[in-house]
């Protein structure tokens, strides 16, 4: 059974940084691109960032290129998010996402899904 458990949200003024982690099991690691996505209150879940299974190749979406790094210990089963200059915009639930193929932006292309970590900026 594919599990995978996102940890290390939580309230944050705006400016700080936050770490998220996402801990998978029931699957060979290494052979899974990671994405992270985001979803916030009222709106569509978006595409925050992806890696691919050797942690060579990551890209990100436009709102978060420059301020949020995504990577991953395949030794340890985890992938990160690096959140820094945190914004009340960024406020959402952040889930992570496996996909046994190559990187890619689209939602329904992931095959399994975390159960989400809230992230709270406030201003």
């Known amino acids: 059974q594919v599990q995978l458990i996102e940890s290390g949200g939580g309230l944050v003024q705006a400016g700080g940084s936050l770490r998220l982690s996402c801990a998978a099991s029931?699957?060979?690691?290494?052979?899974?691109?990671m994405g992270w996505f985001r979803q916030a209150p009222g709106k569509e879940r978006e595409f925050v960032a992806t890696?691919?299974?050797?942690?060579?190749?990551?890209y990100y979406g436009d709102s978060v290129k420059g301020q949020f790094t995504i990577s991953r210990d395949n030794a340890k089963n985890t992938v990160y998010l690096q959140m820094n200059s945190l914004k009340p915009e960024d406020t959402a639930v952040y889930y992570c996402?496996?996909?046994?193929?190559?990187?890619?932006?689209?939602?329904?292309?992931?095959?399994?899904w975390g159960q989400g970590t809230q992230v709270t900026v406030s201003s």
């Open positions: 996402a496996a996909r046994r193929s190559t990187t890619s932006y689209y939602v329904r292309a992931y095959e399994y």
């Open positions: 029931g699957l060979t690691f290494n052979s899974y691109a």
């Open positions: 890696i691919s299974w050797g942690g060579g190749s990551t």
